[in-house]
């Protein structure tokens, strides 16, 4: 009994150093998967960049610690149809590990004197995919900015700490560190619904524009509606 008991354990604790292995990532995503501005045409539909309005910069500390989880941040502002102004940013980091924890929206926004409401979670849905998003309204003085994000691990979205983790473990299974994104649209506006209508609307366009292997790095794998 004892040797059987002995056997046991030991097998236990090389099928424990086995997984240890087998999560120990070792490889990293492809450089070239950095160059995301690339991936975002600045011209699109109805769309197009405004070069004449730039996007408030984080404040020094706030962008201190984007700097440490994020490799590269693109931020631009788009004239709509409508004469209106959308706001994208996308943060891109190289190796989404534990302790490069995504940056929520609702802290950085606090963090630089906004007084934050209305934080829920919501789906973008475009045919039959469905993207998990957060949206809420940001506010400073008079300036009132209604925003809607969401983060990306690997090739999937992300919402919630469980889901980051299960995609984590998933990706290290195979020997693998995922990068991920923040992509994050806004607008100035007091209209929250308007502005979220807005926010899909735009993200519909976008991706419509974009090579469906490079959307499906922005909102997860997808099948492009078909025509008519």
């Known amino acids: 009994m004892i040797f059987w008991r002995?056997?046991?354990?030991?097998?236990?604790m090389l099928a424990a150093a086995g997984l240890a292995i087998a999560m120990k990532p070792s490889m990293r995503a492809d450089k070239a998967r950095a160059n995301i501005d690339r991936l975002v045409p600045e011209r699109f539909g109805a769309w197009r960049v405004d070069p004449t309005l730039i996007p408030i910069a984080p404040s020094p500390d706030v962008q201190a610690n984007l700097d440490q989880i994020y490799d590269k941040v693109v931020s631009r502002a788009y004239l709509g149809p409508n004469g209106?102004?959308?706001?994208?940013?996308?943060?891109?980091?190289?190796?989404?590990?534990?302790s490069l924890k995504a940056h929520?929206?609702?802290?950085?926004?606090?963090?630089?004197?906004?007084?934050?409401r209305d934080l829920r979670p919501d789906e973008m849905h475009f045919g039959a995919h469905v993207i998990p998003?957060?949206?809420?309204?940001?506010?400073?003085?008079?300036?009132?900015?209604?925003v809607t994000y969401w983060f990306t691990m690997g090739d999937e979205v992300v919402l919630t700490r469980s889901a980051?983790?299960?995609?984590?473990?998933?990706?290290?299974?195979r020997g693998y560190i995922p990068d991920g994104m923040l992509v994050r649209i806004s607008n100035i506006s007091t209209d929250p619904q308007a502005s979220?209508?807005?926010?899909?609307?735009?993200?519909?366009?976008?991706?419509?524009?974009?090579?469906?292997?490079?959307?499906?790095?922005?909102?997860?794998?997808?099948?492009p509606q078909q025509p008519g």
């Not at 002995?6 to 236990?12: F, L, Y």
């Not at 209106?84 to 590990?97: D, F, K, P, R, T």
């Not at 929520?104 to 934050?116: I, L, P, S």
């Open 196 to 223: 979220f209508a807005l926010h899909d609307s735009f993200v519909r366009d976008l991706i419509a524009a974009m090579h469906a292997q490079h959307a499906a790095r922005f909102v997860g794998p997808f099948k």
């Open 133 to 146: 998003v957060v949206r809420m309204v940001a506010q400073k003085g008079a300036r009132v900015e209604p």
């Open 104 to 116: 929520r929206q609702e802290v950085c926004y606090t963090a630089q004197g906004f007084q934050v």
């Open 6 to 12: 002995s056997v046991a354990v030991a097998v236990a």
């Open 84 to 98: 209106g102004h959308v706001m994208l940013s996308i943060a891109y980091g190289g190796e989404q590990n534990d």
């Open 164 to 173: 980051r983790l299960l995609a984590q473990v998933k990706h290290g299974l």
